[in-house]
């Protein structure tokens, strides 16, 4: 596997990032994180939360006083690597034993106690829904005693808490609008460590764009496991819960964080191609500055094996969802998550996985193989059989679908000129800058006089099956 595939395959679930700055206080603390952006974004939340108990966070392990893993469940190998950097920590710990060592995320809620009574290889468990009682846990491990909460709530959305920017200097910045999934897609973990779904108060997701954008970001993405089904002030049976107050869904809350400002950038992630409406799709053909791109799992080609991942929709409807992005924005890019091997999937359902690809011409995608999940449907219901050397051959041959329909993709833009969001120095070369298109591709240019932050014109002139290299051109 090339390297570029690689990185690919990595970034969307499985990325190790630091993202801690230095500040002056008197007590540490360093934080890591797995996953997906939501983990990401929570991580920021803790930040604050621990900010406000005095707290400043480091990038510099040595330094610190507490250690947080937020961690992710998703498949197998991603709960593996955070085992192999728990036991790095307890390494550490050795050396310091003052140093307290934490757990969060979706490991925390999936393994509850056992990282902490039977591994040992913990001080602290706190589940997504407990981060508020961390600095209780804190200070119950200094007791001696089991610190553990891993209690999921049905309305915790930390919607008044001002998340820490772990990344300085930043210009895009995620934004959580929803917490947990009711979907119970046969395959997911997320449901059983998310717990419910619910939706923050559009009223502080908007006020955090607001404040966003006045400290120079340039981008938010409102973030969901399944942004369609954002709804604030209706149930989930469609009826108004106060009849005095107004109700928002996906549509109008994207309509409302569009209008902080035009020079605001509005991405979102993820669509469910079972709820997408085509409100949302003309809300994004109205605003410019919500970015033409879609992020619409698949998972698979065929509808039975739609059926069993209890999905919601049928190949059918999938295709019809895609022709309506089409209809209703110009030249929106649309990228895909696709699973390899799902249980009891035959040599011609995977085909049908290909010839799907085939009619869509996904831009991007992400791909795995099946990994099968404790306590899930699948792993109750059906018997994960496809063997391993298998579901290799299908990802392969997905992948390398993937990658020509990219390049093709790619090399479509050639000769068209795009509005560039400038995002820093480009990590391969310091002449050159990159940024991303609207269309979500990423940009490398020479670098000129421009800076982070920049909105500038690039007209393409070459690419690889990931980038597209560009000059700009006069605004
Ligand atoms: N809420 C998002 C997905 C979150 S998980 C959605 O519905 O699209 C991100 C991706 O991980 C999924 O889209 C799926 O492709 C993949 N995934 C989830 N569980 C998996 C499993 N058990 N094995 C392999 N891939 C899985
Ligand atoms: Fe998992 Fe399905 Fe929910 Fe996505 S929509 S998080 S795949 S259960
Ligand atoms: Fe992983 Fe949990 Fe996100 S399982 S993908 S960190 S919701």
Same mark, same amino acid.
């Given at each position: 596997m090339s390297t570029e595939q690689k990185d690919i395959l990595e970034n969307r679930q499985g990325e190790v990032l630091e993202r801690s700055t230095d500040a002056v206080a008197a007590k540490k603390l360093y934080i890591e994180s797995y996953g997906c952006q939501m983990n990401f974004s929570d991580s920021e939340v803790v930040a604050s939360i621990m900010s406000e108990n005095g707290f400043s966070t480091t990038r510099d392990l040595e330094q610190a006083d507490v250690v947080l893993i937020n961690t992710c469940s998703i498949r197998e190998n991603a709960e593996t690597r955070v085992r192999k950097r728990l036991t790095e920590f307890k390494k550490k710990k050795a050396d310091n034993p003052d140093m307290v060592v934490g757990i969060l995320g979706c490991m925390a809620e999936r393994l509850k106690k056992s990282l902490l009574?039977?591994?040992?290889?913990?001080d602290l468990v706190a589940g997504p829904?407990?981060?508020?009682d961390l600095p209780n846990l804190i200070d119950e491990v200094g007791t001696g005693q089991k610190a553990v909460n891993v209690l999921l709530s049905r309305? =915790?959305?930390?919607?008044d808490i001002s998340p820490v920017r772990l990344?300085?200097?930043?210009i895009s910045s995620f934004v959580t609008i929803m917490r947990g999934c009711d979907n119970m897609c046969s395959f997911c973990v997320v449901p059983f460590t998310r717990g419910r779904e619910r939706s923050r108060d559009p009223q502080t997701i908007v006020q955090e764009c607001q404040d966003l954008f006045a400290k120079g970001y340039k981008e938010v993405t409102l973030l969901g496991q399944n942004v369609d089904s954002y709804r604030w002030n209706?149930?989930?049976?469609? =009826?108004?819960?106060?009849?005095a107050l107004p109700t928002v869904n996906f549509a109008q809350l994207l309509i409302m964080v569009a209008k902080?400002?035009?020079d605001l950038r509005v991405r979102f992630s993820t669509s469910h191609p079972k709820d997408m409406t085509d409100e949302v799709l003309t809300a994004m053909a109205a605003y410019e500055n919500i970015c033409n791109y879609i992020h619409l799992p698949v998972q698979a080609g065929n509808s039975e094996v739609l059926k069993r991942m209890n999905r919601g929709y049928s190949r059918e409807w999938y295709l019809e969802r895609i022709e309506a992005i089409h209809r209703i924005i110009p030249d929106c890019a649309v990228s895909t998550d696709i699973i390899s091997g799902f249980c009891a999937e035959t040599d011609e359902e995977h085909e049908e996985t290909l010839s799907l690809m085939d009619i869509v011409t996904f831009d991007f995608a992400y791909m795995f193989k099946y990994s099968e999940r404790p306590k899930t449907l699948a792993e109750r219901k059906f018997e994960d059989d496809v063997p391993e050397a298998v579901k290799s051959k299908r990802l392969t041959q997905i992948i390398e679908k993937q990658q020509a329909h990219s390049l093709a993709s790619n090399k479509r833009r050639i000769g068209r000129t795009e509005k560039v969001l400038v995002e820093g120095v480009s990590k391969r070369s310091e002449e050159h800058m990159s940024g991303r298109t609207g269309r979500n591709s990423m940009v490398v240019f020479p670098k000129g006089n421009f800076e982070k932050g920049d909105y500038i014109n690039v007209r393409i002139v070459d690419c690889t099956s990931a980038t597209l290299l560009g000059e700009a051109v006069e605004n």
């Open positions: 009574e039977q591994e040992k290889l913990v829904d407990a981060y508020r309305d =915790e959305t930390y919607a990344d300085k200097g930043g209706i149930t989930n049976k469609g =009826e108004i819960k106060n009849k902080v400002s035009p």
